[in-house]
């Protein structure tokens, strides 16, 4: 359901999180909520001002039961990094301030305000996927591994986090501690991370598109030119395209001599059309004579 705009970012809110506000109203617990979601609001707020300020277009924000899930364009390396630490280090400060005015304002709706601020940033920062500390492990991890296995990797963390939250929520409940609140949030935790890998499966089209919307609005962009022999599999050439940069695939023969090129919109077309498994210079002859 879309409620409307900030400038040029589209905010939604899911059905589930209407409900579980009803859920809420219906229980006594609306004011709770209500301070939450104010958490919440300031918390991706700090994400959409870092965003804009590295120039990263933020398309949409939409409210979940437990949050705010902002899809924007990927960011890499420590401009990720950035976008992910800005939510939590702003809960983080604004439970400090709520803990020092405390001192002078006694009053309970600070109180609360800051217990919020503090929860979301403690679970924000678990290192596992979608939450913020997964982004910020999945950001600092491209050093070393792969995009796909480092998302992989904060995917699988994140279903393991769901899976004892809601084992540990499931447990308070029957000893009478809980009020069903951890175990919904590990629930919640549990499924979103077991979506998180179908990002894996179009890295270079996102790529493709955020370059396209980049050169669209005025900007420019780096061409790099890549070597690989002509024996290399379509799939293998794909990870050679550079996140940074539009990438131009030289296919060179045993003589290093140039036998043909393929650009980044080929690549994908190949891998369509032929298939990952096919070397790159098989597919070059069979577009050749498709073509012919």
Not at 225 to 246: E, F, I, M, N, W
């Amino acid at each position: 359901m879309r409620l409307g705009y900030i400038q040029d970012t589209a905010i939604e809110c899911s059905p589930l999180f209407l409900l579980l506000m009803l859920w809420m109203a219906i229980s006594g617990q609306i004011l709770a909520g209500l301070t939450a979601l104010g958490a919440l609001a300031l918390h991706e707020l700090a994400h959409w001002i870092m965003a804009k300020g590295l120039g990263c277009r933020v398309e949409s924000i939409e409210l979940q039961p437990f949050g705010f899930v902002a899809r924007m364009e990927r960011a890499a390396g420590w401009d990720g990094a950035a976008i992910a630490a800005a939510g939590p280090l702003c809960s983080l400060l604004l439970a400090m301030g709520c803990a020092a005015l405390g001192g002078i304002l006694p009053l309970p709706m600070l109180e609360a305000f800051g217990r919020a601020n503090l929860s979301i940033a403690l679970l924000n920062l678990l290192p596992a996927l979608p939450l913020d500390g997964g982004r910020l492990l999945e950001a600092l991890l491209r050093r070393y591994v792969s995009p796909v296995a480092g998302l992989y990797l904060g995917a699988g963390l994140g279903a393991l986090a769901g899976c004892i939250l809601l084992g540990l929520g499931f447990f308070l409940l029957r000893m009478g501690e809980g009020n069903g609140t951890l175990a919904l949030f590990g629930l919640f935790l549990l499924i979103a991370a077991l979506r998180e890998p179908k990002r894996a499966r179009q890295p270079h089209v996102e790529a493709m598109l955020r370059r396209h919307r980049a050169l669209r609005r005025g900007g420019s962009l780096r061409v790099v030119h890549v070597g690989v022999h002509k024996s290399l599999p379509v799939s293998a050439v794909l990870r050679r395209l550079q996140a940074d940069a539009y990438t131009v695939i030289d296919v060179l023969d045993d003589d290093m001599k140039i036998i043909g090129q393929a650009e980044e919109p080929r690549l994908l077309a190949f891998l369509g059309r032929i298939g990952g498994n096919v070397s790159i210079g098989e597919a070059l002859r069979i577009d050749r004579g498709t073509k012919g």
